[in-house]
């Protein structure tokens, strides 16, 4: 296709492809599909090839799975790689597995190191080995350091391609060796130099446009800055983001144990890292496993949910066990009955939002012991202020409703001291998980649900047996 046929359908972008709902129009991809089964390479690459990595990898997903490896193999060196990282791993692990190892070799050359890295991972130790045979010894040696750190790390995370000076040249000199350097040497994008010693010790850093302001003459030691933050090679990706997030970063240095300079990360990794983790912990709260994705079989998903229903299945006939305490009492009056899953279920509601609160603020390091003791006082008293209020209105409507004052007294007090409970639950027990490094965000969800359970059906059965006794 010629350049400015590649020029127009940029310019054109998503708007061209995409519906009002974000999935593609159906005769851009109709028009694909037709070029597939066709075996049309020059087709298949006026439609696709001048998309961006992201419209391409929802390209993928949207096509059929014996589709996709077609589609890589029509477009040959128009395929972009790097699409391959903007979908989910069993999209991504389904073409790489089908693809000669040399194909893929030739398509993580020009990927940059930390997308290499991503496709690389998870492949089998023979067909990473292989792949990484083909490269060129440098590029070889790069990835081979990166895959050895820690799943998950700042050092997975990190580009190894970077631009650094030594303290003593001048601005000018800087300016002219990034002019003249090979295209090769250089990362797609950058918004810093890094400043290092003989031993390539990090000194700090010098943002382009602090360069370009400076007079040619001016020494890179003084003007660049000594305080950018840094990170480990071995630290999580997770605090790697909250540093991004605190200090407002585009970009920041990764040093080693000697303080050596090993890579950059870059915002745009982090967006991923960011969205990941929430992805992982909303899964997380729903007794979800974090690498279940729609692309998964229903086998493998029916396998992967059913750990937390038979927990859940568990904590019921706990909570069922309760209920057989008061059969009696539940035999002479059938109002309890009716109204005893109310008193559970507000109680539920509430603990389920202290505890997404709390589950949230553990991720974030917004809770601690400092301020542990404040958050868990404001939880009670909102638990009790709520209780007091849906207490009063459900007395009243359930008093008027079966023509009896006192079980209205009844609900409206078990329902104060549920959702006080479960306020309590609902912050205590994600604490007491996460003391014991145990994910609160996998774990809690039951165990909050069994807390009002039990208390709900408990306080409002005890309490209507203790007040109905008296009377």
């Known amino acids: 296709m010629a350049d400015m046929e590649e020029q127009d359908l940029i310019a054109a972008g998503s708007a061209s492809i995409y519906d009002e709902d974000g999935g593609f129009k159906s005769e851009f991809l109709d028009k694909v599909k037709a070029a597939l089964a066709a075996g049309d390479a020059e087709g298949v690459i006026e439609l696709a090839g001048a998309l961006h990595e992201s419209d391409l990898g929802a390209l993928l997903v949207a096509l059929d799975s014996d589709q996709r490896l077609r589609l890589v193999e029509l477009m040959g060196p128009h395929f972009d ?6 979908i989910d791993a ?11 190892n040399r194909a893929v070799a030739e398509g993580v050359r020009e990927l940059e190191s930390d997308d290499a890295v991503t496709l690389l991972e998870d492949l089998e130790p023979e067909d990473q080995a292989e792949i990484l045979g083909a490269l060129p010894p440098i590029d070889r040696a790069q990835l081979q350091r990166s895959l050895d750190y820690p799943e998950h790390s700042a050092g997975r995370l990190m580009q190894t391609t970077f631009v650094t000076a030594p303290p003593y040249w001048t601005a000018g000199q800087a300016i002219d060796v990034m002019r003249d350097a090979d295209e090769a040497d250089l990362p ?23 360069l370009l302001r400076a007079r040619s003459t001016t020494l890179l030691q003084d003007i660049m800055s000594s305080d950018r933050r840094r990170v480990e090679v071995t630290e999580d990706q997770e605090d790697v983001a909250r540093v991004f997030e605190r200090y ?9 144990e000697g303080e050596r300079l090993v890579g950059v990360i ?10 990941e983790e929430a992805d992982a912990n909303l899964k997380a709260l729903g007794g979800v496993s974090e690498s279940e994705e729609l692309s998964d079989t229903v086998w493998w998903t029916t396998k992967s949910r059913f750990v937390w229903l038979f927990v859940n299945l568990i904590t019921a006939f706990v909570a ?6 008061f059969e009696g009492s539940l035999q002479k009056m059938v109002a309890l009955a009716v ?9 539920g509601n509430a603990a389920t939002q202290t505890m997404t609160v709390v589950v949230r603020a553990l991720a974030t390091r917004e809770l601690s012991h400092s301020n542990a003791t404040r958050v868990l006082w404001r939880e009670i008293f909102v638990g009790a202020l709520n209780g007091a209020a849906f207490g009063v209105l459900t007395g009243v409507v359930a008093g008027y409703w079966f023509g009896l004052a006192g079980i209205g007294v009844v609900i409206a007090l078990a329902m104060l001291t549920n959702l006080v409970a479960g306020a309590l639950g609902g912050i205590l027990i994600p604490r007491i998980l996460d003391h014991f490094d145990i994910d609160p965000a996998v774990s809690s969800s039951a165990f909050v649900t069994t807390v009002t359970d039990v208390v709900g059906y408990g306080s409002f059965l005890g309490i209507a047996t203790l007040w109905f006794s008296l009377g």
């Open 81 to 86: 790689f790097a699409a391959l990282t903007e």
């Open 90 to 100: 069993n999209i991504r692990d389904e073409i790489l597995e089908e693809l000669p």
């Open 188 to 210: 797609d994008s950058f918004f810093e130099i890094f400043i290092v010693d003989p031993a390539h010790r990090l000194l700090g850093t010098l943002f382009l446009d602090t």
């Open 248 to 256: 407002n970063l585009v970009s920041v240095a990764v040093v080693d």
């Open 266 to 275: 870059t915002i745009d990794d982090v967006v991923d890292v960011i969205q």
């Open 320 to 325: 069922s066990a309760v209920l057989g305490l």
């Open 339 to 347: 109204l005893a899953p109310i008193v559970a279920s507000q109680g």
